[in-house]
């Protein structure tokens, strides 16, 4: 089973862009607020929001395409 994790900041356009993503595929996701656990940065030091994590892995920063998105999960 894939893990996916948002990692997101308050009011973010982007990040919502990509939950509904997420929604379309059909994919289970975690949305955690960097501001809120800033301890994320420590482990995937991202710049721009929203992180994209994939079991673990940082696959993504800023917004991806649905097609390398769904490619990066369904490879898992």
Do not use: H, R
């Amino acid at each position: 089973m894939v893990s996916v994790q948002i990692l997101t900041t308050p009011s973010c356009s982007s990040c919502a862009a990509v939950e509904k993503m997420l929604d379309k595929m059909g994919v289970e996701y975690e949305v955690i607020d960097i501001t809120k656990n800033p301890e994320m940065l420590q482990k995937y030091p991202i710049m721009t929001a929203p992180g994209v994590v994939i079991n673990d892995k940082l696959e993504f920063t800023g917004v991806p395409g649905e097609k390398e998105l769904a490619k990066k999960i369904k490879g898992f």
